[in-house]
C-alpha cells in the first residue's frame, strides 16, 4: 500500500487544520487506518485511528478536538484538526494497517506547526 499524505502547514493557535492520507495499491485489504505525530525530543505517539467499520480512538490530548474520519470509497482519511495548540506541532505520519497480515505500512511525514 501506498500512503500520500496532505495539509500540514503553519497555522495560528486556535485555528483548524486538515490532513488527508490517500492509499493506493493494495488498498482493499486495509483495516485501520490513522495517523501517529512525533514532536521534536518526543517519541512517536497515536493521535487518532479509524477502522474500516468507523470505530475511532484518540489520543486523551485531542479527544474533542480532533475528527478522523474515511472515505472508504476513495480510501482516504482525513484528520479534522481544530482548536489547535503549540503543542501539536509535530511531523505527522499517516499509516494503514493490513486486515490480513497486520502489517503497517506509512505516509511521508507532512509537518504542522502551531505558532503565532
Known amino acids: 500500500v501506498q500512503l500520500q499524505a496532505s495539509g500540514g502547514g503553519l497555522v495560528q493557535p486556535g485555528r483548524s487544520l486538515r490532513l488527508a492520507c490517500a492509499a493506493s495499491g493494495s488498498r482493499f485489504d486495509i483495516d485501520r487506518m490513522g495517523w501517529y505525530r512525533q514532536a521534536p525530543g518526543k517519541q512517536r505517539e497515536l493521535v487518532a485511528s479509524?477502522?474500516?467499520?468507523?470505530?475511532?480512538n484518540y489520543a486523551d490530548s485531542v479527544k474533542g478536538r480532533f475528527i478522523i474520519s474515511r472515505d472508504n470509497a476513495k480510501n482516504t482519511v482525513y484528520l479534522q484538526m481544530n482548536s489547535l495548540k503549540p503543542e501539536d506541532t509535530a511531523v505527522y505520519y499517516c499509516?494503514?494497517?493490513?486486515?490480513?497480515?497486520?502489517?503497517?505500512?506509512w505516509g511521508q511525514g507532512t509537518l504542522v506547526t502551531v505558532s503565532s
Open positions: 479509524i477502522r474500516s467499520g468507523g470505530s475511532t
Open positions: 499509516f494503514a494497517i493490513s486486515g490480513a497480515t497486520s502489517r503497517y505500512d
